[in-house]
């Protein structure tokens, strides 16, 4: 079986290296069903047919390079794993027979203030970093997205935002270096991997150039005490004015003001509840007096407003009450871990009034309907579109992502909620970006399309890798016939030859 002879492969071929049996766990292990599913986000895909033969649990760089090596040998295709939470489940399923290599055990963070950068293993968590960083320094943060749970490995592959983008731009902008390993097993940093690799794997989504091991990141600077707050109001107290002038101010604010809005339906009660979510890098007098200048409508109070720290707003934007211990942010337990369905857009033009009164009629029907609008602007328009491969900058005035959780996990539930998904992205359509009708890598979506398992083909591949990257695709393309001409590195949606 092929199990054994991978197992052989590892230790007889790679035995320098891998003497450590334990990081390889087959179907009959023990620890094999609880290792696939611990880090599953959307378990939407539990009770998917494919299970890998094996799963590889590295603790060292060496074995990761055993790992490939071994996988190329014996014609297995890799999925690799950092955080689990890719949306359509491609870091743990494969149509053909395949191993996972899951980075769970190399999650080691290193941080240098007087430098201010740190380097941090793709298996780490961003909560694992925020607190890491704040172990070490009050006055310096990352600018990644709000989920502790999220890898590092995924997110920074395909770019990565939260409520530090408008002051600092994306995670994947603040990467100074990284290690992969590549198709033929080579450990390869900044240098030896070369300008235009270091560009792709910096924004052009996970699972296409190699298997990142780990990354060198620029710390940001933030004050000592900053500004949270969340204002919520229904369909009743005129949120309809106040989201369309939130389109034409938030995107413009000053760049250490994020304001955010959550949207979610309540259809048991007919309602729509409408969140302002907001974090500033200032104490609550500023903000109050900024807010009263250029948002007055919202009507903020300082006694709406919490002063916290960065590291403590990171837990509160996930959702932890005000004050809890920092060590929520180490909690291996996925928060939001639920079925769910997601897609996103870029808006370049505000939506109207009737266009929102639409969307809000769709999530009024709606128990577990969330849309979240991140306003882009600032440090987000001081960077070119071919940068790094994420290329939603200038002209993006925010991002939204539509999110339909379910509970029960059956095909006619499933259909049923992803049917609604459709429907409300095809009502979105002349609303939002076109030409591309853009879409974030991270929040991944199969519905854009896929690529053809063993024969990819660019033109029909550029259905989804516009969407994601717009011009920046062809360069991706051309670069993975040069660094993976034999496509070992591939999924539904990675980047595929150019040809
Ligand atoms: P996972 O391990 O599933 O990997 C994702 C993809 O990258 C897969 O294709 C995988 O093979 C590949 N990959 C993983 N590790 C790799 C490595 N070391 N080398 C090469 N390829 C690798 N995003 C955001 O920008 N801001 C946000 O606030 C949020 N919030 C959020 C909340 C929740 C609940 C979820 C489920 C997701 C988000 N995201 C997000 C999206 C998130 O950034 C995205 O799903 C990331 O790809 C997840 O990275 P993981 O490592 O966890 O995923």
Redesign the pocket.
Known sequence: PIQKVFKRCMSTQFSAYTKNFEIIYNPESSLYSYLLQSTI??PRWLNATTQPLLIVAPFHEAEVQAAVLCSKKYDLQV?????????EG??FLCPTPYIIID?INMRSIDINVEEETGWVQ?GATLGELYYAIAKKSQVHGFPG???PT??????L??????TLLRKYGLAADNVLDAYLIDVNGRILDRKAMGEELFWAIRGG???SF????SWKIRLVRVPKIITGFTVSKTLDSGVTKLVHRWQEIAPYLPEDLFIRIITVGDGFNKAVQVSFNSLFLGEIDTLIRLMNKSFPELGLKAEDCIEMSWVASTAYFAGFPNGSLLEVLLDKKQ??KSNFKAKSDFVTEPIPINGLEGIWERFVEEETAIMIMDPFGGKMNEISESETPFPHRKGSLYNIQYLKKWEKNGVRESNRHVHWMRSLYKYMGPYVSKSPRAAYV???DLDLGTNNHDNTNYLQSTSWGIKYFKGNFKRLAQLKSKVDPENFFR?EQSIPHYK
């Open positions: 986000q959307n999925r690799v794993r950092s955080g689990g939470h890719d949306y491609l870091s980075l793709s997205g709000v989920c999220i890898g590092i490995g995924g997110h592959s395909g770019g990565g935002f939260g989504g996970g699972a190699g298997i990142i091991l928060l939001f991270n929040y991944r999924s």
